[in-house]
């Protein structure tokens, strides 16, 4: 295969994703707001991240943003319909501070993004990026190598003071330097209540021989090996490489006796829909969505966890306009600008004073657990562990293998 | 003289675009993709090139499967479009009459729609729940819980389908170019219908079955997307995994040592198969002979 091709299968996976993105949104996105309360639970899966996060010695030492003046222009790379659909958040920006806001839908995996970015970022630029959003590893990994600048706190009145307890301190930034949240959601399982013979109450019901064959998992590694773990007794916030290894090999086991019928990325949507999958692992934010569209539809956090991550905003290094790009990630931690935001994507949303807002707005969007969980809901979630460089290799490799390549 | 130099040096000139648009978008990239197969390292710590040959032997012990498989399922979905093309093509070029025009357009306009639709609108009739499962669940070919989507015929069937073309144009020209006053002789020998199509039309669209079983296979053995929609990992074929190795687990030696061992058996495979039905046949030379 020639190498044209490789840029052809990309341009293939990009189409193959884009008329599905509505979903992806939901899919990468579902952050939802925490409520203040999930802050304790999730302050404290928070401290014990073993490794992995961005204090190895070896990483180059981060520049903090100067202070400046106001650009014209602001390029900010975000994963498709994950901002609301008439962009009054950015028009109020470009009003507010005369910046023309260049918004692309860029990303539609971490992994990919990573790829396309990687030689740009190395070479210290950005490629005119100001503001990328990635999940928390990713986050973790830009840090690592040096590709993001540190924020100048003074500058982020609004997101220090609006962003919720739970998410101020993670483990790969204990103090929000160089990562500031974007939306939240969680793994878990979605499922057809018109085609299960009784609602699902854990993952044991993704390994029911009734659903043979109609069972999918996410593509994404996190999700789908932390949620196999976490119900094989394991606890992927501190879990070691084996245990993840065994849920690994479980999964294969359902591969191999064709129980999982395949592993998917946003596309599950349309899978569930249309009634090819009845039981699998997919988002939170999709099932608020899709469930909207199909009362048939329903998201489950399994008794034994849910996987819950966060997508990040960063500055990479090199990023023309980083002193805006500080303004505009302030801008989004206002709560009058975040509503808006929040009620288009009904993801989990790290700014506080929020939910008032919805409320009045629409109070069954307030109310709703998978966009504004209370603690007790949260109990039943987890966080991915900070994995080592090496450590994620083998893992993404074995789970690679499994998911067939 | 220089009229002379000028006539010599005049198609190394013509050529010189087509050399140059070669040399930087195929054989540059191909050079840097090699060098990058013979790499060491990870994403984090950067890729440096240590001369790593058994990345060749690993990407080829961890991936037989897929190899073997994408070469069944282009092997099988070649076999497929040629039994369907050659009637298809045969019936346009020789009993098309006035419609001939209109047929050959039917065959391409469904190409007009991309690619990616095409096949995601195959996992719409294929689904579950859908039309074609329904009425083959009726009448009792599939099981009551059987599933056509996300299975080996789903994907060797939309193999088939999405490079059916490339098999059906290369005939219809090598078949619509065959003499008709060739037959006509062939009748006059008293030769049957069956002895006709056999001894005269079937050697006689020789160019047009190889060109056209090329021009399927080897893109349909670097196919993935077939594979990624109609199929489940137990179907992914070797495009599937260069993906993913890429795309995914940004393991770009594995990813350039496996597209390289595409290639290479890809040329065997061409080669064994120019040897079998003949260099001429190949060069589409054999029927300028006539």
Known sequence: MSPTNDDLERHFERLLRDPLTRRRLMQRGAAGALSVSALAY???????????????????????????EVGSQLYVANWPLYIDEERNSLKAFEKEYGAKVKYVEEINDNTEFFGKVRQQYDQGTSGGRDIHVVTDWMAARMMRLGYVQKFDKSELPNATKNLIPSLQSPPFDPKREQSMPWQSGLGGIVYRKDKVKSTPKSVDALFDPDYKGKVTMLTEMRDTVGVVAAWQGADPETASVDEFMEAIDKI??????????????????????????????????????????????????????????????QIPVGAPEAYTAQKFIDFVYRPEIQADIAEYVN?????????????????????????FPDDQFL???????????????ELDDAFQQVIGA | ????????????????????????????????????????????????????????????????????????????????????????????????????????????????????????????????????????????????????????????????????????????????????????????????????????????????????????????????????????????????VIQSRYLEVADYPTAAALSFLLMAFMLIIVLIWARIAGTEALLGTEGERR
């Not at chain 1, 099932?287 to 569209?293: E, G, H, Y």
């Not at chain 2, 056999?198 to 196919?223: C, E, H, N, Q, Y």
């Open chain 1, 42 to 68: 999730l302050a404290a899966c928070g401290t014990d991240e073993p490794s992995g996060g961005g204090n190895g010695g070896s990483e180059e030492q981060a520049e903090t943003i100067a202070k400046g």
């Open chain 1, 252 to 313: 294969q086991e359902g591969v191999d006796s064709g129980q999982i019928r395949g592993f998917t990325g946003n596309e599950y949507t349309k899978d569930i829909t249309k009634g090819d999958s009845w039981v699998i692992i997919g988002w939170s934010g999709d099932a608020v969505q899709l469930k909207a569209d199909n009362p048939n539809v329903d998201f489950l956090v399994p008794e034994s966890g849910g996987h819950l991550w966060t997508d990040n905003m």
């Open chain 1, 347 to 371: 993801y989990i949303c790290p700014v506080s004073g929020v939910k008032e807002i919805l409320a009045e707005r629409d109070p069954a969007l307030a109310e709703n657990q998978l966009i």
């Open chain 1, 379 to 393: 109990e039943n979630t987890f966080i991915f562990r900070g994995l080592k460089p090496e450590e994620e290799q």
């Open chain 2, 1 to 240: 003289m220089p009229a002379r130099l000028k006539k010599a040096g005049l198609p190394y000139l013509l050529l010189l675009p087509g050399l140059g648009f070669l040399a930087v978008f195929f054989l540059v990239p191909l050079v840097i993709m090699w060098i990058e197969s013979l790499k060491t390292g990870t994403i984090d710590t950067g890729f440096t090139l240590t001369w790593e040959f058994s990345n060749y032997t690993d990407a080829l012990s961890d991936y037989n499967e897929q190899f073997l498989r994408s070469f069944e399922y282009a092997g099988l979905a070649t076999l497929f479009a040629l039994l369907i093309g050659y009637p298809l093509a045969y019936v346009i070029a020789f009993r098309g009459g006035r419609w001939r025009n209109a047929l050959l357009l039917a065959v391409i306009v469904p190409f007009f729609v991309t690619y990616l639709l095409r096949t995601i609108s195959w996992e719409t009739i294929l689904s579950d729940d859908g039309l074609v499962l329904d009425v083959l669940r009726g009448i009792g070919i599939v099981s009551e819980n059987g599933r056509l989507l996300d299975t080996t015929v789903s994907v060797v069937a939309g193999i088939t389908y999405n490079y059916l073309p490339f098999m059906i144009l290369p005939l219809y020209a090598s078949l619509e170019r065959i003499d008709g006053r060739l037959l006509e002789a062939g009748y006059d020998l008293y030769g049957r219908r069956r002895d006709v199509f056999l001894r005269v039309t079937l050697p006689l669209s020789m160019p047009g079955v190889v060109a056209g079983t090329l021009l399927t296979f080897i893109p349909a053995a670097g196919d993935f997307i077939n594979a990624e929609l109609l199929g489940t990992p137990r179907q992914y074929m070797i495009g599937n």
